[in-house]
């Protein structure tokens, strides 16, 4: 299994990016997918999550209103356009699969990617 995340770099405040993950080794489209954060000297948090047939998602207060995620099946893919950045969201962020009613990730991390949000 593998994520390869990618499109992350330092915007100033209130900016946009968009990241994206490419998934392999694992039957992706039967999973809800979730992108995470972990921040300097913190833990790593679920940020949101798509579920598999991608009608559904979920985000953290945090986030709400400003982040969306998104996914193609076809391409083994997700995405996770963030707007509106607050330097409190500068972190790496990771993606995997992620249980349908928890923040359990099911498999190994990949290398991330570094949002930084600063003037």
């Known amino acids: 299994v593998q994520f390869v995340e990618s499109g992350g770099g330092l915007v100033q405040p209130g900016g946009s990016l968009r990241l994206s993950c490419a998934a392999s080794g694992f039957t992706f489209r039967s999973y809800a997918m979730g992108w995470y954060r972990q921040a300097p000297g913190r833990g790593r948090e679920l940020v949101t999550r798509i579920h598999s047939a991608g009608g559904t998602t979920n985000y953290a207060d945090s986030v709400k209103g400003r982040f969306t995620i998104s996914r193609d099946n076809a391409k083994q893919t997700v995405y996770l356009q963030m707007n509106s950045l607050k330097p409190e969201d500068t972190a790496v962020y990771y993606c995997?699969?992620?249980?349908?009613?928890?923040?359990?990730?099911?498999?190994?991390w990949g290398n991330g990617t570094l949002v930084t949000v600063s003037s």
């Open positions: 995997n699969a992620v249980s349908s009613v928890s923040d359990y990730a099911f498999y190994s």
